[in-house]
């Protein structure tokens, strides 16, 4: 049993170390990145911030015409 409980502790600080080497950014650049994101993609749920979306642009919408068919 201690054997087993060792093994699972080196695995959980092998793993904890691999997290120590990814790359870290500061919650400010973070949140800056994101904010630019935000305002440079156009969100078709938002008319009223980005004005009306072609049909044509709106991922929304229904592609094809009339109703359902069956099978």
């Not at 502790?9 to 950014?25: C, D, G």
């Not at 008319?47 to 991922?59: I, L, Q, R």
């Amino acid at each position: 049993m201690s054997e087993l409980k060792l093994r699972k502790l080196m695995e959980h600080t092998q793993r904890l170390r691999e997290q120590l080497e990814l790359p870290r950014i500061k919650v400010s650049e973070a949140g800056l990145t994101l904010i630019a994101y935000v305002k440079a993609t156009k969100d078709s749920l938002l008319p009223s911030v980005w004005g009306p979306v072609d049909k044509k642009d709106d991922p929304f919408q229904t592609q094809g015409g009339g109703c359902c068919s069956v099978i």
